[in-house]
Nanobody, 119 residues
Framework: QVQLVESGGGLVQAGESLRLSCTAS????????MGWYRQASGKQRELVAD???????NYADSVKGRFTISRDNAKNTVDLQMDSLKPVDSAVYYC?????????????WGQGTQVIVSS
C-alpha cells in the first residue's frame, strides 16, 4: 500500500539542529495526512507534528516553536526541522502516513530513525 523511508537521524549536542526526511511510495494518492511521532526508551509513542493535505498542522506542546514540519505533496515527502534540540528530545522518530482504504483511514509507519541529544 504505502511504504515510508526515513533519514536524517543521528547524534547531536544540545542546542544543535537536525532535519528528518520521509519519502512515501506506493499508493500515495490515498494519503491525506503525514507526520512524525517519537518514542523514547521506556515511554509510549507520542505525536510530534503532523500536516494534512490542506496544510493544517498540529504540534506537540513540547516542540512548538522549535520544530517545523513541512510537506511536498508533489514529491511525496515530509520533513521535520528540529532546532534547539534538548536531551529530552532523544527518541526513535517514526514517520506516519494516514491514508484512505475504502471509506476508512489506515495508518502506515516508517522503520524509525534514532535521534540522540547529548548534554
Amino acid at each position: 500500500q504505502v511504504q515510508l523511508v526515513e533519514s536524517g537521524g543521528g547524534l547531536v549536542q544540545a542546542g544543535e539542529s537536525l532535519r528528518l526526511s520521509c519519502t512515501a511510495s506506493g499508493l500515495v494518492s490515498s494519503i491525506f495526512k503525514m507526520g512524525w511521532y517519537r518514542q523514547a526508551s521506556g515511554k509510549q509513542r507520542e505525536l510530534v507534528a503532523d500536516i494534512n493535505n490542506f496544510g493544517l498542522i498540529n504540534y506537540a506542546d513540547s516542540v512548538k516553536g522549535r520544530f517545523t514540519i513541512s510537506r511536498d505533496n508533489a514529491k511525496n515527502t515530509v520533513d521535520l526541522q528540529m532546532d534547539s534540540l534538548k536531551p529530552v528530545d532523544s527518541a526513535v522518530y517514526y514517520c506516519r502516513a494516514d491514508r484512505f482504504d475504502g471509506v476508512v483511514s489506515v495508518g502506515s509507519w516508517g522503520q524509525g530513525t534514532q535521534v540522540i541529544v547529548s548534554s
